[in-house]
C-alpha cells in the first residue's frame, strides 16, 4: 500500500485552516471584514447586524471545510466519499482558476491589485497546485 498523500494532507490542511478563518472573520465582526478584505459593504452590513455577511460567510467556510474533507478521502485519512476523483478535480480546478484571475489584472488594471488580492491570489494558486499534486498522485496511484 502506498504511504500517505502528503500533498492531499497539506490541500486539506490549509483548507481547513482557511475555513476555520472564516468562521473567526463571523466572530471578529466588522473590522475583520475589513482586515481580510471582504469590503466595505459587507462590513457596513455586518455592523448594521445584517445575516448576510455572516450567511456569506459561513457558507465559504463550510465550502473550504468540505474540500478539506474531500482532500483527506483523497490522502486516505478518512473514509472514501462519493464522486471522490471528479470533485477533487473541480476543487483543484476552482482554486487554480481563482489563483490565476489574477493575471489579467496585471495587464487589464495593475491599479486594482491591492496586498489582499495579491497575497489571496497567491495562497488561492499555492492550495491549488497541492491539490493538483495530490489528485495526479492519487489518480496514478489507483489506475
Known amino acids: 500500500m502506498a504511504g500517505v498523500n502528503k500533498p492531499l494532507v497539506w490541500a486539506g490542511s490549509l483548507s481547513l485552516l482557511a475555513g476555520f478563518l472564516h468562521i473567526a472573520i463571523i466572530v471578529g465582526g466588522p473590522d475583520w471584514y475589513r482586515f481580510f478584505g471582504a469590503g466595505e459593504q459587507l ?3 455586518a455592523e448594521q447586524g445584517s445575516p448576510i ?3 456569506l ?3 465559504i467556510a463550510l465550502i473550504l471545510m468540505v474540500w478539506s474533507l474531500y482532500a483527506y478521502a483523497g490522502a486516505g485519512l478518512v473514509h472514501q466519499l ?3 476523483r471528479p470533485l477533487l478535480i473541480t476543487i483543484t480546478g476552482i482554486y487554480l482558476l481563482r ?3 489574477l493575471l489579467p489584472l496585471l495587464v487589464l488594471a495593475p491599479q486594482t491589485i491591492d496586498t489582499f488580492l495579491l497575497m489571496s ?3 488561492s494558486l499555492s492550495i491549488g497546485m497541492l491539490f493538483f499534486s495530490g489528485t495526479r498522485q492519487m489518480i496514478w496511484e489507483h489506475s
Do not use: C, H, K
Request: aromatic letters at 6%; hydrophobic letters at 55%; glycine letters at 12%.
Open 57 to 59: 460567510t459561513a457558507v
Open 82 to 84: 462519493p464522486w471522490l
Open 53 to 55: 455577511p455572516g450567511t
Open 99 to 101: 489563483g490565476l484571475a
Open 43 to 45: 462590513a457596513q452590513l
Open 121 to 123: 491570489s497567491l495562497i
